[in-house]
């Protein structure tokens, strides 16, 4: 935090961050952040690592709000705004949070459970000043943030990153990609993850950069944006690139070719957060003149492989590891995989995270004996270039840019009454990279009515992990040892 604090200071005047509020400079940030990080100490010199959950709307308030819980000494934990009630509190109660931060908005919905588990609650108010006091000096080496990640256990696990974790994934980036002060880049992705917090907001913010937001995802009022000529950067995930350009397709031709020209001005566009579809990439150039330059990384990791900035961009490839990252791909024993075979990517490096929230096991069990984390993603490196081949697990489900885990679903759903058994898996989707579809066995073979269950899902976890398909069947196939061979359901549908 002393680092980030130290960048801005460097940038007092320029312009961080424009929302549908306003424009706001570093040194306005810089400013509010110390008001909120003095009333969350409330006398005291230290959070001394409490967790501070905070569910904040994208924008000035959201960096603040960040920027207060670090400059306190707490650890923030970012809720997902558009997640169920019982999701937020399993985030709340895990991290056994003691302070949550709200915008108005979600007062009603979180306020009985702050009441309830004794929590502090702070509703932001445009100005939440204070008197000044000291704030303390936050070591690299303390936890910042915990982020939930769906892994092969059935329940998120809370990754823990330093704040030395955070500057490694940072500084790799803005290296990398040649970040500078000139920057101007939209976030649109959700502020509950890596890529939306640290690739484009923090990256920004490390660079004195400029960085807008736009409340959600909307086709239309990102290309407005782009038509204006404000921006030099954007990021994204494949399905969004794979939705622009179907929105691009039905403008007449006239908006499309303005629009080109627009974009072609840009300094980069980068995709991640799963595979792009070679498809998408060619289009993409097409319509924007642009090589998206695609990167692979890992809520756990951060950034690991990179293509190059300057140099070839290789379709279907994530590209070199990143400076100061170390990969080796591995084979299941975790020895060095044969030169050009595939292999499991482990990872080494001050990116790497520091735990699982309260999971010790789990985290041991992530780490090879000598250190390497295990990411569960299969690689292989051909003419020096890393291919992601997929996931050694058929569990984990990537839709839309978001892991889900198929056993997370399947747990809930055998608590409908109808269902007696189910199998969830990910069918292969050119836009959402993987559809959620479940193959259910009911009470007698009944039919079951699918809207009411996916309202009745909803009510229990977030919307991108309801089910978009589903398949009644009459039983699930088995192997030998009776256990369900997800292979095989995947070729029911
Ligand atoms: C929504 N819909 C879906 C899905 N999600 N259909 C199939 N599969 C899905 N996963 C449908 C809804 O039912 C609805 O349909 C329609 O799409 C619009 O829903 P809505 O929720 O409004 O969707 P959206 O706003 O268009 O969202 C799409 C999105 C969003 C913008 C791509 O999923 C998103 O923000 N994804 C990014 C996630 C992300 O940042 N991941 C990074 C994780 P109907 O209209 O019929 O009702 S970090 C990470 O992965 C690592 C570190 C890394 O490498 O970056
Ligand atoms: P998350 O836990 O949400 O951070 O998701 C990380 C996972 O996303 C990785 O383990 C990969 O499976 C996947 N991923 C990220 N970037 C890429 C990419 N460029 N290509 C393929 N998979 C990716």
Redesign the pocket.
């Known amino acids: 935090m002393q680092q980030f604090i130290q960048q801005a200071n460097q940038h007092l005047n320029n312009t961080a961050i424009i929302d549908n509020n306003g424009n706001y400079t570093y040194q306005q940030l810089l400013q509010a952040s110390a008001a909120l990080a003095v009333l969350l100490l409330n006398n005291e010199p230290d959070l001394k690592e409490q967790r501070v959950a905070f569910m904040v709307n994208p924008g000035f308030d959201y960096v603040k709000t960040q920027w207060a819980i670090w400059r306190a000494g707490g650890i923030a934990v970012p809720l997902c705004l558009s997640h169920p009630l019982p999701s937020l509190q399993y985030v709340i109660d895990d991290t056994a949070a003691s302070i949550l931060i709200v915008s108005p908005q979600y007062e009603s919905l979180l306020n009985a459970t702050a009441v309830e588990k004794n929590i502090r609650c702070i509703v932001l108010q445009p100005n939440n000043s204070t008197t000044e006091t000291a704030l303390p000096l936050i070591t690299a080496e303390r936890r910042a943030m915990i982020l939930y990640?769906s892994g092969t256990t059935n329940l998120p696990k809370g990754v823990v990153t330093t704040h030395a974790n955070l500057q490694a994934q940072i500084i790799a980036l803005v290296n990398a990609w040649q970040w500078s002060s000139a920057d101007k880049i939209v976030c649109i992705l959700p502020l509950h993850?890596?890529h939306g917090i640290v690739n484009v907001v923090s990256c920004a913010l490390w660079s004195g950069a400029s960085c807008r937001f736009l409340p959600e995802f909307n086709a239309a009022a990102l290309f407005s944006l782009f038509k204006s000529g404000v921006l030099s950067l954007f990021m994204a995930v494949p399905t969004i690139y794979f939705k622009l350009i179907s929105h691009y397709e039905a403008l007449p031709l006239t908006e499309q070719q303005a629009l080109t020209t627009a974009m072609q001005q840009f300094r980069l566009m980068v995709s991640?957060?799963?595979?792009?579809p070679v498809t998408v990439m060619e289009k993409w150039k097409l319509i924007s003149g642009h090589s998206l330059l695609?990167?692979?990384?890992?809520?756990e990791i951060g950034m690991a492989i990179s293509n190059p900035y300057i140099g070839e961009r290789k379709a279907g490839y994530?590209g070199l590891p990143l400076p100061g990252v170390q990969i080796r791909l591995a084979d299941e024993n975790y020895n060095d995989a044969p030169a050009n075979e595939p292999g499991e990517i482990l990872v080494k490096g001050d990116n790497v995270f520091n735990e699982y929230w309260n999971k010790p096991e789990a985290t041991k069990k992530e780490f090879t004996t000598d250190g390497w984390f295990k990411?569960?993603?299969m690689a292989v490196v051909e003419n020096g270039y890393y291919r992601?081949m997929g996931?050694s697990s058929v569990d984990i489900i990537?839709s839309g840019g978001y892991?889900i885990s198929a056993l997370e679903i399947e747990e809930v759903l055998r608590t409908h009454p109808q269902i007696k058994d189910c199998a969830v898996v990910g069918l292969e989707n050119e836009e959402w990279g993987e559809l959620v579809a479940a193959a259910l066995v009911t009470n007698n073979n009944e039919a079951i009515d699918t809207a009411s269950l996916n309202a009745w899902i909803r009510e229990r976890m977030p919307a991108y992990r309801v089910p978009r398909k589903y398949l009644i069947v009459a039983e699930l196939p088995r192997n030998a040892m009776g256990k369900v061979t997800k292979n095989d359901v995947k070729k029911m549908f």
């Open positions: 990640t993850h890596v991640g957060s799963a595979a792009l695609e990167r692979y990384g890992m809520t994530v990411t569960g993603d992601i996931r990537k892991k």
